[in-house]
């Protein structure tokens, strides 16, 4: 038995995401691994030790008992009290227990992904403890570790990658949250149509339709005359939707044209982590 065909772009995406995290942090210096990232209240050090964590619990390894400070500003829900415990509790390795540690964790992950004949509806543990398809799981930590590598790239001044495997993951998992944002959060009025239009490495024109009964789909065929067009480059849209930066922040990088009030309530509600 080998992988699932469903499971193998999954797979493949992680693995260049992880190669390309440890090359960027291998030579680093101790200050280094304390640069700030664009994921909010994480370091070069919190990352990494978020990607590790992660990779673990998808190896089925035990969560660390440990108690988080009442100091950390930028927890406040139970989901990123979750994440916060494998980050935590790696605060103050040094480099080398870092990268060591990695290694070792990318090591065990390639070995499991080698051995992997489950089915992709298989339930798995996901965050929180709530179970969720092995597929589902495969195909978030795929996005999740390109987004942390674009975090590090960033915090480290070496862009790319902005079309590798992980960037496909990542689009086509953004997209799959259009409706909720156009529809039920910025709540764009019934019988409408807003479109996206994305340039860049990663390119795409999308449409999500509001139908008469306030419901949204995402659809691939333009729009004659939409109610708000929004036009922005793919890694401008990646942060957005990330919550790495603000609508404010790279207001110069997006274009809009229509109903300005609904495309502000779009950008205000673009953000689709947690």
Known sequence: MSL??????YADAWAHS??????????????DWNRRTPCPGWSVRDV?????????????????????PRD???????????MEMQVDVRRHHTAPEMTSELEYTII??????RNESRDPGTKVRGPLGVEITLEEAMRYRAFDIWVHEQDLRTALG???????????????????????????????????AIVFDVHGPVEFLRT???????????????????????????????????????????????????????????LKNFVVTK
Not at 49 to 68: A, F, K, N, Q, Y
Not at 74 to 82: G, I, L, N, W
Not at 158 to 184: I, K, M, Q
Not at 228 to 254: H, I, K, Q
């Open 48 to 68: 990494v030790s978020h990607v590790i964590g992660m990779d673990c619990e998808m190896l089925g390894d035990p969560r660390p008992i440990h108690t988080l």
């Open 72 to 82: 950390l500003f930028h927890v406040t829900t139970a989901h990123q009290r979750y």
């Open 158 to 192: 070496r862009p790319g990658n902005l079309d590798s495997p992980g960037a496909h993951v990542t689009r086509d998992y953004l997209l799959d949250a259009l409706p909720e944002v156009v529809a039920t959060r910025a709540e764009a009025p019934r019988s409408s």
């Open 108 to 113: 065990r992950r390639n070995r499991q992904l």
């Open 208 to 266: 999500v339709r509001v139908d008469i009964k306030g419901r949204g789909t995402l659809e691939t065929t333009p729009a004659l005359g939409p109610v708000v067009s929004l036009s922005l480059d793919w890694e401008t849209y990646v942060r957005l939707a990330c919550g790495r930066v603000s609508p404010e922040a790279v207001a110069d990088r997006v274009k809009t044209e229509g109903d300005q009030d609904l495309a502000a309530a779009i």
């Open 18 to 31: 992880v190669e390309a995290i440890s090359e960027l942090v291998q030579p680093l210096v101790e200050g």
């Open 4 to 9: 699932h065909p469903t499971l193998q772009p």
